[in-house]
């Protein structure tokens, strides 16, 4: 890690302090009067001159007007207030700083309120804030299965929380299932503490459901165990369909609306561990289907439930997902039945699948998925590339309508890094699942586009990924970006040993295939260097950019202030918005470290002076 990108992850601690720019100051270089007028002659009159001091004043007045939309008596009291040079010419800061150009609530995005008119749809019709490994608190082999990580991710809005369970050693008779990374060295936690901090913070952030996802490695005794936990924790918080029917079949999801305060189960109903178990068992001669002790080898017979007529589409595919059959295959709203599996009012490993209310199952082809009750499935970033490449985007587009996909990072990112979100956005996946804890572009990415809609967790699709019928948009909308200054560049003194750093915005989209910014093609600024601190470190850049943005409903932005290094850039800074919210006109763009807080010293904090106009 470069010492720039140490300047940044130390400046921690800073959310305290707030947005406050009340010491900041820009470079004497920096002649605000561009960002007095709009338009290609922002440094001309009429008669194609520069700007005068003389008429300063003016011009700080028609921005006023015209980007902030006050009135003239509002202006003439803001303008009275500014002190002025000795030149006569109004000072920027001064105009900026009372007209609120550089006030927190002048952010390209401002926060949003949760629509719950938006939130009647099914499940499926939704973006759901994910998280993969939730638990772990690091990489993937040497760190632990933590509280703090799964209450983090929560407080932070995610509502898919994964946990990896596997028996653990038991307390007399009893098993204790365990939470844990397998064949790794991480440090493992009880299952029944994951759930607790489940209960305790599910819905402080948000009062919209969360889904917990199991990726299940127990075995039937302990699988019996984990669903009197489940049912004894959550109490009423957890939810399923009242016929309680083992891997309920649901013909619609039900909205997040619907669920709002509740936790409800994601689990595959067949357990392949049950299968070797059974394998092991025949080998032993303990199998009593057979009654010598050793199987001489066979050609496997299928079972019974998958001899189907080929014709009979919906049957093949429920045989196939390995869906017990139900009385209605309707969802019916309501708590989980507390009834037990067996006379005796014991519950054996049949009573977890009653409370799975999301089956997680494997299907051969789209075609098969079309007609059958709801279901998900999981895919890894591999899995999705060779999907999309493969397969017609209007069937992919048409199974996670209906069904929920889930996509996870591959298993060679043992760092907990992440993979463009973008790929899995694009086709509509639902739950598209980064390591949080790994706070690099990606998490942030994910953050900001979970920014809107209150940051309750869950964002509507766009209509075309709702409906394939529904074209996307072809035609590109142009976006004018101009940089004009820095201001707070103090923070980053120490981001180079020698020398100040060589500062320059880097500006990025990502959030769908049509407008990620390929590699090498980001739009970059020019390079800044001059002081480590003081006015004259404040950088000045003053360059446009154009962006044409295909479909704004899924682009988000990416700005990043970066030190120009021989080995690569390293990271000051990054600020990330979703473009369907950004604000028009001149903003203040506030710097953000790793863990999206305000960087900030004893003099201010760190911001990006910019316009941003729809050109169409």
């Known amino acids: 890690m470069g010492l720039a990108c140490v ?15 009340s010491r900041a100051s820009f470079n004497p270089e920096f002649d605000a009067r561009a960002v007095f007028i709009d338009g290609s002659d922002a440094n001309a009159n009429d008669d194609g001159r520069g700007v005068s001091g003389e008429c300063a004043g003016d011009v700080c007045a028609m921005w006023l007007e015209r980007a902030r939309g006050l ?26 700083r009372r007209s609120g150009a550089l006030d927190e609530g002048n952010f390209p995005f401002a926060p949003t309120e949760t629509d719950e008119s938006e939130m009647t749809s099914e499940m499926s019709a939704y973006f759901v804030n994910s998280s993969h490994n939730t638990y772990l608190d690091g990489d993937q082999l040497f760190s632990r299965a933590s509280v703090a990580a799964i209450a983090g991710a929560l407080d932070r809005g995610c509502r898919v929380i994964e946990l990896d369970v596997y028996d653990g050693k038991k307390r007399g008779d009893k098993p204790r299932p365990i939470v844990t990374h397998g064949g790794t060295a991480v440090r493992p936690m009880y299952f029944e503490d994951a759930i607790k901090v489940i209960a305790e913070r599910a819905h402080v952030a948000s009062e919209y459901p ?16 984990m669903s009197r936990i489940l049912r004894s924790t959550l109490g009423d918080k957890l939810w399923a369909p009242k016929s309680a029917v083992a891997g309920n079949q649901l013909k619609r999801w039900p909205s997040p609306l619907e669920l709002k305060g509740r936790v409800i189960v994601r689990d595959k109903i067949k357990h392949k561990q049950d299968e070797l178990q059974r394998r092991r068992d025949q080998r032993r001669g303990l199998c009593g289907l057979c009654g010598t002790k050793k199987q001489s080898k066979q050609r496997k017979v ?24 139900s009385s209605t295959g309707v969802f019916d709203e309501g708590a989980v039945s507390s009834s037990s599996s067996d006379s005796e009012g014991e519950q054996d490993d049949e009573d977890l699948k009653r409370i799975v209310s999301v089956p997680n199952v494997k299907f051969r082809s789209f075609h098969e998925a079309r007609d059958v009750p709801r279901f998900s499935c999981s895919w890894s970033e591999r899995k999705l590339k060779l999907k999309i490449e493969k397969e017609s985007s209007k069937d992919i587009i048409e199974f996670t309508n209906a069904h929920l996909l889930r996509t996870y990072p591959a298993g060679h990112r043992i760092f907990s890094n992440n993979y463009d979100p973008s790929e899995a956005w694009d086709v509509g996946a639902s739950f598209v699942a980064l390591n949080f804890q790994a706070l690099d572009r990606y998490v942030w990415a994910n953050r900001a586009k979970f920014r809107v809609n209150g940051n309750c967790g869950y964002v509507k699709k766009p209509a075309y990924l709702l409906d394939p019928t529904i074209e996307r948009p072809s035609k590109p909308r142009r976006l004018q970006v101009k940089v004009f200054a820095g201001i707070g560049w103090d923070n980053f003194k120490d981001a180079d040993r020698f020398s100040p750093p060589d500062s320059l915005i880097r500006i990025t989209t990502l959030g769908c295939l049509a407008d990620r910014t390929k590699p090498g093609k980001s739009n970059r600024t020019s390079v800044y260097s001059k002081a480590r601190a003081g006015p004259e470190a404040q950088p000045v850049w003053n360059d446009t950019f154009e962006l044409a943005i295909f479909e704004p409903e899924l682009a988000l932005m990416q700005i990043q202030a ?45 911001g990006v002076l910019m316009s941003f106009k729809w050109l169409d």
Not at 574 to 587: A, C, M, N, Q
């Open 302 to 325: 299928l079972p019974k439930s998958l001899n189907v007529r080929k014709n009979d589409k919906v049957c093949a595919m429920q045989s196939i997902i390995e869906f017990p059959r």
């Open 210 to 225: 969360v889904i917990v996802t199991l990726e299940n490695h127990a075995s039937k005794e302990t699988r019996a165990e």
């Open 7 to 21: 300047a940044c992850e130390t400046a921690r601690g800073t959310a305290e302090h707030g947005w406050d720019l």
């Open 71 to 96: 009135d003239a008596n509002a202006i003439e009291r803001i303008l009275s207030q500014c002190e002025t040079t000795e030149s006569g010419m109004v000072r920027a800061v001064d105009v900026l």
């Open 562 to 606: 970066l030190d120009k290094d021989g080995n690569g850039d390293e990271l000051l800074a990054h600020y990330d918005f979703p473009i369907s919210k950004l604000r028009e006109g001149v903003r203040i763009v506030p710097m953000l470290n790793r863990d999206d807080e305000f960087i900030h010293d004893k003099i201010s904090c760190a």
